[in-house]
Each structure stands twice: as structure tokens, then as C-alpha cells.
């Protein structure tokens, strides 16, 4: 990190991401999908690809079917590097 002149530290840039609650069966974590799509180079078709990390809950809010925010942090055990931000849309 590098600090400025006024002396205030500035973070580097963090991922965001946005996804799916498929599991909350942990306290204080919960497994997110995240769904990357891609165009084939050759085709031209639309590839979706998903990816499942674990993300922290601090309140255990979130549950299964929710739309929730994510963000980059430092690694907070062995498989847990995202953080909740904000819950986007409740399952209905």
C-alpha cells in the first residue's frame, strides 16, 4: 500500500462480484455461485461457466436463493477469500 501526503493509506483495487446463495449451512459463511459467461473465440457461441467460493457472513443474513454482493479480501482461513457487502435481492 502505498500512502499519500496527507498521510492516509490508500487500498489497493478489490474484485467485486455478484451471485447466487446456493448454501448457508456453516455459521458465518456461506458458498456463492459465480457465473462468468464467454464468447467462443471460433463459434462465436456463448459459453457460462460457474465457479463456487465461500464468502464471509458476518451476521448470517444471507440465505439460500439470495442475489448478494461480493468482495476481494484477504484470505480469512483455508478456502475463504470474499466478503459479503450487501444482499441485493431476498429469495422469494
Same mark, same amino acid.
Do not use: F
Given at each position: 500500500?502505498?500512502? $499519500? &501526503?496527507?498521510?492516509? #493509506?490508500?487500498?489497493?483495487? +478489490? /474484485?467485486?462480484?455478484?451471485? @447466487?446463495?446456493?448454501?448457508?449451512?456453516? $455459521? &458465518?459463511?456461506?458458498? #456463492?455461485?459465480?457465473?462468468? +459467461? /464467454?464468447?467462443?473465440?471460433? @463459434?462465436?457461441?456463448?459459453?457460462?461457466?460457474? &465457479?463456487?467460493?465461500?464468502?464471509?457472513?458476518?451476521?448470517?443474513?444471507?440465505?439460500?436463493?439470495?442475489?448478494?454482493?461480493?468482495?476481494?479480501?484477504?484470505?480469512?482461513?483455508?478456502?475463504?477469500?470474499?466478503?459479503?457487502?450487501?444482499?441485493?435481492?431476498?429469495?422469494?
Amino acid at each position: 500500500m502505498s500512502e $499519500q &501526503k496527507n498521510g492516509t #493509506v490508500t487500498r489497493n483495487y +478489490r /474484485k467485486v462480484r455478484e451471485g @447466487y446463495v446456493v448454501s448457508d449451512k456453516m $455459521q &458465518k459463511t456461506i458458498v #456463492v455461485e459465480l457465473e462468468d +459467461r /464467454k464468447k467462443h473465440p471460433l @463459434y462465436g457461441k456463448v459459453v457460462r461457466t460457474t &465457479k463456487k467460493v465461500k464468502a464471509h457472513d458476518e451476521q448470517n443474513t444471507a440465505g439460500v436463493g439470495d442475489r448478494v454482493l461480493l468482495m476481494e479480501t484477504r484470505p480469512l482461513s483455508a478456502t475463504k477469500r470474499w466478503r459479503l457487502v450487501e444482499i441485493l435481492e431476498k429469495a422469494k
